[in-house]
T-cell receptor, first 114, second 114 residues
Framework: NAGVTQTPKFRILKIGQSMTLQCTQD?????MYWYRQDPGMGLKLIYY???????DKGEVPNGYNVSRSTTEDFPLRLELAAPSQTSVYFC?????????????FGPGTRLTVL | DAKTTQPNSMESNEEEPVHLPCNHS???????IHWYRQLPSQGPEYVIH???SNVNNRMASLAIAEDRKSSTLILHRATLRDAAVYYC???????????????FGPGTRLSVLP
């Protein structure tokens, strides 16, 4: 199993540009998550999904959109990039979303908005 | 949400045990205690979790205080590869029994000296 994969690894955007961060998992997990991590800080939850077709907001959803058309994929869309969105983005998945379930994380996408 | 408090940083010598403390004085009865770690330039990885009893796995041990207001992650013999940021996280069950509120704080940065 490849686990959770993310593309691209690095990206530089200009203010106002759009992009999609890709996330794929091959573990047949129902739950998927997007986090962002600012320098020296912990992770903050942006959006999560409990299954195909179902998504919900996390702690910091403004400026982002998500979709979940398949079990495997959970892309994160930035429509109008702003410098405040400069961060490292991590995708994660878990089989279920129970409080005792382990989350598996991808390697991250480092995004810089100039 | 219940919060955790961890020291910003700790140091250990290689091949010695390390005790990483975490305070969670407002923990509720259904909160699970999770530990994750993040190696440099990687996504977080699961270490261990528990509810009330002490737990052991191949990576570490988790000691939970009797009143559950604190816990300690124990690495039995630190190696240079254990140098990472360690996060203590409380994972709560929401009313529908799914713990979406997975909150990462700044964690403890562990340095391992050769």
């Amino acid at each position: 199993n490849a686990g959770v994969t993310q593309t691209p690894k690095f990206r530089i955007l200009k203010i106002g540009q759009s992009m999609t961060l890709q996330c794929t998992q091959d573990m047949n997990h129902n739950y998927m998550y997007w986090y962002r991590q600012d320098p020296g800080m912990g992770l903050k939850l942006i959006y999560y999904s409990v299954g195909a077709g179902i998504t919900d907001k996390g702690e910091v959803p403004n400026g982002y959109n998500v979709s979940r058309s398949t079990t495997e994929d959970f892309p994160l869309r930035l429509e109008l990039a702003a410098p405040s969105q400069t961060s490292v983005y991590f995708c994660a998945s878990s089989y279920l979303g129970r409080a005792e379930d382990e989350q598996f994380f991808g390697p991250g996408t480092r995004l810089t908005v100039l | 949400d219940a919060k955790t408090t961890q020291p910003n940083s700790m140091e250990s010598n290689e091949e010695e045990p390390v005790h990483l403390p975490c305070n969670h004085s407002t923990i509720s009865g259904t909160d699970y205690i999770h530990w994750y770690r993040q190696l440099p330039s990687q996504g977080p990885e699961y270490v261990i979790h528990g509810l009330t009893s002490n737990v052991n796995n191949r990576m570490a041990s988790l000691a939970i205080a009797e009143d559950r207001k604190s816990s300690t992650l124990i690495l039995h013999r630190a190696t240079l590869r254990d140098a990472a940021v360690y996060y203590c996280i409380l994972r709560s069950r929401t009313r529908d029994n799914y713990g979406q509120n997975f909150v990462f704080g700044p964690g403890t940065r562990l340095s391992v000296l050769p």
